[in-house]
C-alpha cells in the first residue's frame, strides 16, 4: 500500500497558540496582554457553539507583527498570571488556522455517497 509523502510545514514563529484563558476573556483583552511581548497583527479567542450563544474554548490564536515578537511571548509570557490563570503560550502547529471561522456557521456532510451531487445537497440545506 503506497501513501502520500507529506512535505514538512514550515511553522511560522509570529503564530503562537495561548490556553488556559478563563472563558470570559475577550479578543481585545487578550490583545492588550500579548502586546507585552511585541505588536500583534491578529488576536483570535477562539470560539465555540453553545446551546444558546458562542462560548469561549479557553483558547486563542495570536499572530505578531515580527518573528521576534511571536519568539518572545513563548519566553516570556507562558506561565505568566493573565486574568488570575497562568496562560499556555508555545508555537501554533495548525496549519493554515482560519482566525475568522465562527461555530454555527458551517456545516460539514461526510460519508456521502458518491453518486450525491452539489446540487443535491443545496436543495437538501436551502
Not at 502586546?35 to 444558546?52: F, M, P, Y
Not at 496562560?87 to 456557521?105: A, C, E, Q, S, W
Request: glycine fraction near 6%; charged fraction near 25%; aromatic fraction near 8%.
Amino acid at each position: 500500500m503506497e501513501g502520500r509523502v507529506m512535505e514538512p510545514r514550515e511553522l511560522d514563529p509570529r503564530n503562537v497558540f495561548v490556553t488556559n484563558l478563563p472563558y470570559h476573556t475577550t479578543s481585545e483583552d487578550l490583545k492588550e496582554f500579548m502586546a507585552q511581548a511585541g505588536e500583534v497583527e491578529v488576536c483570535r479567542v477562539i470560539l465555540t457553539a453553545g446551546r444558546e450563544e458562542l462560548l469561549s474554548s479557553g483558547r486563542a490564536a495570536v499572530t505578531y507583527v515580527t518573528n521576534e515578537g511571536g519568539e518572545k511571548a513563548i519566553s516570556t509570557l507562558n506561565e505568566a498570571e493573565f486574568q488570575n490563570r497562568n496562560l499556555r503560550v508555545f508555537l501554533d502547529r495548525t496549519p493554515n488556522r482560519d482566525l475568522n471561522y465562527v461555530p454555527g456557521k458551517v456545516c460539514a456532510l461526510r460519508n456521502l455517497p458518491w453518486s450525491i451531487k452539489h446540487w443535491h445537497v443545496s436543495t437538501l440545506m436551502s
